[in-house]
């Protein structure tokens, strides 16, 4: 099982981007999926979450700015940023807490490679 995260890149204070995660591996089923950051010299924080049933949690500074979203049938979450600032600047990385595969398998706790995010003039 893998988790394959996208879409970071350098964007000015005041800008947007969107970010996927896509996971692979034979998957049956995962519950719940988020995503988390970690900027140079602090620990990994939390972003926000989504269920299966799209019911969502965000991190009190995200939100009202970010939104997480998810498309089951492609194993998928997405996360738009909007109005981002110079302290949105950090490595994002995809989670999914558990993930059922098609031969039976359990995986907890999966993380993605990391995308980075550099808001900057």
């Known amino acids: 099982v893998q988790l394959q995260a996208s879409g970071g890149g350098l964007v000015q204070p005041g800008g947007a981007l969107k970010l996927s995660c896509v996971a692979s591996g034979g998957i049956w089923r995962i519950d719940n999926m988020g995503w988390y950051r970690q900027a140079p010299g602090k620990q990994r924080e939390l972003v926000a979450t989504?269920?299966?049933?799209?019911?969502?949690q965000y991190a009190d500074s995200m939100k009202g700015r970010f939104t997480i979203s998810r498309d089951n049938p492609k194993h998928a979450i997405y996360l738009q940023m909007n109005s981002l600032q110079p302290e949105d600047t950090a490595v994002y990385y995809c989670n999914a807490e558990q993930v059922l595969t098609y031969d039976g398998y359990t995986y907890r706790g999966v993380w993605g490679q990391g995308t980075l995010v550099t808001v900057s003039s």
């Open positions: 989504i269920g299966t049933g799209s019911n969502t």
